[in-house]
């Protein structure tokens, strides 16, 4: 620089985009607009990857999906009110299901907005994010870029991960610093989540308690899938012979046809175990709140989990075991001498003897289905999961009522952290978001199996997986209706659960491929057709609309007051 030369400048787009790739953020996921769209283009021209959704919930859907397959937040960027409020949506379910995530938005400017003079797109967004979030976090100064996105990130991954909302005004990112002062403002953070190690006497306290234990049960959680700690499971499972149970997302921690599982008797599990150890799981209503009848009122309950909080929500915990899963298993390990855990064999048997009732039960409606015609529900499922089962490195994303119950029974995983799901709200939208997600991550080919109202909320992100020209098959399962398409109409417009599509027909229109399959075989030929591909295709499965239950498995969540018509 020479003496007369003015001196170097930044400002705050640029201060955004280089504490982003200090800190290693490789993709984001968004939708342009005022005030970002520069943003993004910086950050694409910088060797950040952007990719651009249709909708704001479903970029922040596969921030979150990105941040529960990486460990590390998945970065969300919107632009001011609609945006940020469509973003916020996803934002809540990922603090929901402890994904870690960051949702940066522009917004509009501040002295307009805090007066409420009518700005455009005028929201005091930092105010409506508060509720739903872990944190949120405003910059005023493009001099706080670095500390912001420092502080979102640390906030969104250490402890029990969860979504940040980190607010940038237009007027920020417009702001125009000393080049050298703003890099001066940027760090990298050290050890982002630290390990959190357990008590030695709390080790003890669960130890003791699982030694003594007739009826001993794990029960894996999607805390546990997100820790990476796979191998310090398996160890444990294996080595102690305790049955386990895997909620949806733990699925494939260990292969689900792995002797020790007790999916397939499940209730009989839940009733009858005395000693129960979750991990990253929690008592919610996913789990009955581990309430009797449906859990066994003695039961003793051992609970791992990095949020203490967490400990005596529901029950009483007689063992809180407060740490990351990993260093948990590891110290339960250390502490416990060969032999001194091991399940007693009646109660393994007990298990094993239900299972292969439940298993032969189940044959016959299996059975069955493999040549219904209408096709069921049950006879497109067993057709995806063989053709999955030839392809164990597909992920599998998963919504609907029906569709999820039906393939969460029926697909086996074999691989952690291969499924991707409704998770804890039971929430409807994540389908595509989430799938992109995989795909970008991992590269490896997505299964998303989808009822077909799960797949409106998402389905023009259909657009966005054929422009990146994604490996992601998209398999429908219409039934033409929200649980069933035969509910009989009360007027002249179509029944409250009536839907009507060839989604087939939709992704050709964005140079994808599409199938209508009728018979389980077409769906079988269609999927690895689509697979072997390795393009984005959507397979419509033509099912009997007379198939499946209203709200699947949780019907009873439906208010009960006076019968109303149908
Ligand atoms: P599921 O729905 O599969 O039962 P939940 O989402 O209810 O699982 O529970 C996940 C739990 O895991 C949360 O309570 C969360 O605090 C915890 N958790 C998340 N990450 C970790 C980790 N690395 N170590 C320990 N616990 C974790």
Same mark, same amino acid.
């Given at each position: 620089?020479?003496?007369?030369?003015?001196?170097?400048? &930044?400002?705050?787009?640029?201060?955004?985009?280089?504490?982003?790739?200090?800190?290693?953020?490789?993709?984001?996921y968004?939708?342009?607009?005022?005030? /970002?769209?520069?943003?993004?283009?910086?950050?694409?021209?910088?060797?950040?990857?952007? %990719?651009? *959704?249709?909708?704001?919930s479903?970029?922040?859907?596969?921030?979150?999906?990105?941040?529960?397959? @990486?460990?590390?937040?998945?970065?969300?960027?919107?632009?001011?009110?609609?945006?940020?409020?469509?973003?916020?949506?996803?934002?809540?379910?990922?603090? &929901?299901?402890? *994904?870690?995530?960051?949702?940066?938005?522009?917004?509009?400017? =501040? #002295?307009?907005?805090?007066?409420?003079r009518?700005?455009?797109?005028?929201? !005091?967004?930092?105010?409506a994010?508060?509720?739903?979030?872990?944190?949120?976090?405003?910059? #005023?100064?493009?001099?706080?870029?670095?500390?912001?996105?420092?502080? +979102?990130?640390?906030?969104?991954?250490?402890?029990?991960?969860?979504?940040?909302?980190?607010?940038?005004?237009?007027?920020?990112?417009?702001?125009?610093?000393?080049?050298?002062?703003?890099?001066?403002?940027?760090?990298?953070?050290? !050890?982002? +989540?630290?390990?959190?190690?357990?008590?030695?006497?709390?080790? !003890?306290?669960? %130890?003791?308690?699982?030694?003594?234990?007739?009826?001993?049960?794990?029960?894996l959680?999607?805390?546990?899938?997100?820790?990476?700690?796979?191998?310090?499971?398996?160890?444990?499972?294996?080595?102690t012979?305790?049955?386990?149970?895997?909620?949806?997302?733990?699925?494939?921690l260990?292969?689900d046809? #792995?002797?020790?599982?007790?999916?397939t008797?499940?209730?009989?599990?839940?009733?009858?175990?005395?000693?129960?150890?979750?991990?990253?799981?929690?008592?919610?209503?996913?789990?009955?709140?581990?309430?009797?009848?449906?859990?066994?009122?003695?039961? @003793?309950?051992?609970?791992?989990?990095?949020a203490? @909080?967490?400990?005596?929500?529901? =029950?009483?915990?007689?063992?809180?075991?407060?740490?990351?899963?990993?260093?948990?298993?590891?110290?339960l390990?250390?502490?416990?001498?060969?032999?001194?855990i091991?399940?007693?064999?009646?109660?393994?048997?007990?298990?094993?003897?239900?299972?292969?009732?439940?298993?032969?039960?189940?044959?016959?409606?299996?059975?069955?289905?493999?040549? +219904?015609?209408?096709?069921? *529900?049950?006879?497109?499922?067993?057709?995806?999961?063989?053709?999955? #089962?030839?392809?164990?490195?597909?992920?599998?994303?998963?919504?609907?009522?029906?569709?999820?119950?039906?393939?969460?029974? &029926?697909?086996?995983?074999?691989?952690?952290?291969?499924?991707?799901?409704?998770? @804890?709200?039971?929430?409807?939208?994540?389908?595509?978001?989430?799938?992109?997600?995989?795909?970008?991550?991992?590269?490896?080919?997505?299964?998303?199996?989808?009822?077909?109202?799960?797949?409106?909320?998402?389905?023009?992100?259909?657009?966005?997986?054929?422009?990146?020209?994604?490996?992601?098959?998209?398999?429908?399962?219409?039934?033409?209706?929200?649980?069933?398409?035969?509910?009989?109409?009360?007027?002249?417009?179509?029944?409250?659960?009536?839907?009507?599509?060839?989604?087939?027909?939709m992704?050709?229109?964005?140079g994808?491929?599409?199938?209508?399959?009728?018979?389980?075989?077409?769906?079988?030929t269609?999927?690895?057709e689509?697979l072997?591909?390795?393009?984005?295709?959507?397979?419509?499965?033509v /099912? !009997?609309? &007379?198939?499946?239950?209203?709200?699947?498995?949780?019907?009873?969540?439906?208010?009960?007051?006076?019968?109303?018509?149908?």
């Open positions: 620089e020479g003496a007369d030369e003015p001196p170097a400048l &930044t400002d705050g787009i640029h201060l955004v985009v280089d504490a982003l790739k200090l800190n290693d953020v490789e993709t984001l968004g939708v342009v607009g005022i005030p /970002i769209t520069d943003l993004a283009r910086l950050a694409q021209a910088s060797g950040i990857r952007y %990719i651009g *959704f249709r909708h704001e479903d970029a922040g859907h596969a921030a979150a999906a990105a941040g529960f397959l @990486t460990q590390k937040p998945g970065i969300c960027l919107t632009v001011s009110a609609p945006g940020f409020l469509n973003g916020l949506v996803a934002l809540a379910n990922a603090t &929901t299901n402890c *994904f870690p995530m960051v949702q940066i938005s522009g917004s509009s400017e =501040q #002295h307009l907005v805090d007066l409420q009518g700005d455009y797109e005028e929201m !005091d967004q930092l105010a994010a508060r509720p739903f979030v872990k944190a949120a976090y405003r910059v #005023h100064r493009a001099e706080d870029i670095g500390r912001g996105i420092a502080r +979102a990130i640390r906030t969104a991954v250490s402890g029990r991960p969860g979504g940040v909302y980190l607010d940038i005004p237009a007027a920020v990112l417009g702001e125009v610093i000393d080049a050298e002062q703003g890099a001066e403002s940027l760090w990298r953070l050290v !050890d982002p +989540a630290p390990r959190q190690v357990p008590q030695a006497e709390a080790v !003890d306290r669960a %130890i003791d308690l699982l030694a003594g234990a007739e009826r001993p049960l794990v029960v959680g999607k805390g546990a899938a997100y820790s990476q700690a796979d191998e310090q499971i398996r160890e444990f499972v294996e080595t012979g305790i049955p386990y149970l895997p909620m949806s997302m733990a699925k494939g260990l292969p046809d #792995h002797p020790q599982s007790a999916s008797a499940r209730s009989l599990a839940l009733r009858r175990a005395d000693v129960v150890m979750l991990v990253g799981a929690r008592l919610n209503w996913l789990l009955g709140h581990g309430e009797a009848p449906q859990w066994n009122p003695q039961a @003793t309950f051992i609970q791992v989990d990095i203490a @909080t967490e400990m005596d929500s529901n =029950q009483p915990i007689a063992a809180p075991l407060v740490g990351d899963v990993a260093s948990v298993m590891e110290a390990a250390e502490r416990s001498k060969p032999g001194r091991n399940a007693p064999a009646a109660w393994r048997e007990e298990l094993a003897e239900r299972s292969a009732q439940n298993v032969a039960k189940m044959a016959g409606r299996l059975k069955a289905a493999e040549t +219904a015609q209408p096709m069921k *529900f049950l006879g497109a499922l067993q057709a995806i999961r063989d053709v999955l #089962h030839e392809n164990p490195r597909a992920y599998v994303v998963n919504e609907g009522a029906n569709a999820l119950d039906l393939a969460r029974n &029926t697909i086996g995983m074999q691989v952690p952290r291969h499924r991707l799901d409704s998770g @804890t709200w039971g929430v409807m939208g994540i389908g595509m978001g989430y799938a992109i997600a995989a795909a970008v991550e991992t590269g490896d080919p997505v299964v998303a199996i989808e009822g077909d109202s799960a797949f409106g909320f998402s389905g023009m992100e259909i657009e966005a997986i054929c422009r990146y020209d994604l490996p992601i098959v998209t398999v429908v399962l219409n039934n033409s209706g929200v649980y069933r398409g035969d509910d009989p109409s009360a007027s002249d417009d179509p029944a409250p659960t009536a839907l009507k599509a060839r989604h087939d027909l992704i050709q229109a964005f994808g491929k599409g199938y209508q399959a009728t018979t389980p075989a077409e769906v079988a269609a999927l690895r689509a072997a591909s390795g393009r984005p295709a959507l397979i419509d499965c /099912i !009997d609309p &007379t198939d499946g239950t209203e709200s699947g498995n949780i019907a009873h969540l439906n208010p009960k007051g006076i019968t109303v018509q149908r």
